[in-house]
Nanobody, 119 residues
Framework: QVQLVESGGGLVQAGGSLRLSCGAS????????MGWFRQAPGKEREFVAA????????SYRDSVKGRFTISRDNAKNTVYLQMNSLTPEDTAVYYC????????????WGQGTQVTVSS
């Protein structure tokens, strides 16, 4: 049974930082690309960042480039999202997701962690 468990969310003031973690179990982690997505109240879920299975390639949505960094530790089956210079617009539930490296679609999703940025 595949499980993705996010942690590290919370309340932070604008300009602050948070690091999200997502621990994976029940899969061969190094065979999966990982992504972070977010969903704000009343909005659709949106892509935030992704990293390939080896950690050698990353991508970001434009609004977080230069502020967020995705990374992974395959020995720990964990993917991270370092978020700096947070703004109220970053407030959302953040989800991690896993996709087999040979396909584009994300197959597994975590339950999410709330990030709230106060102004």
């Amino acid at each position: 049974q595949v499980q993705l468990v996010e942690s590290g969310g919370g309340l932070v003031q604008a300009g602050g930082s948070l690091r999200l973690s997502c621990g994976a179990s029940g899969l061969t982690f190094s065979n999966y690309g990982m992504g972070w997505f977010r969903q704000a109240p009343g909005k659709e879920r949106e892509f935030v960042a992704a990293i390939n299975s080896r950690g050698s390639g990353t991508s970001y949505r434009d609004s977080v480039k230069g502020r967020f960094t995705i990374s992974r530790d395959n020995a720990k089956n964990t993917v991270y999202l370092q978020m700096n210079s947070l703004t109220p617009e970053d407030t959302a539930v953040y989800y991690c997701a896993a996709r087999l490296k040979t396909i584009q679609e994300y197959s597994y999703w975590g339950q999410g962690t709330q990030v709230t940025v106060s102004s």
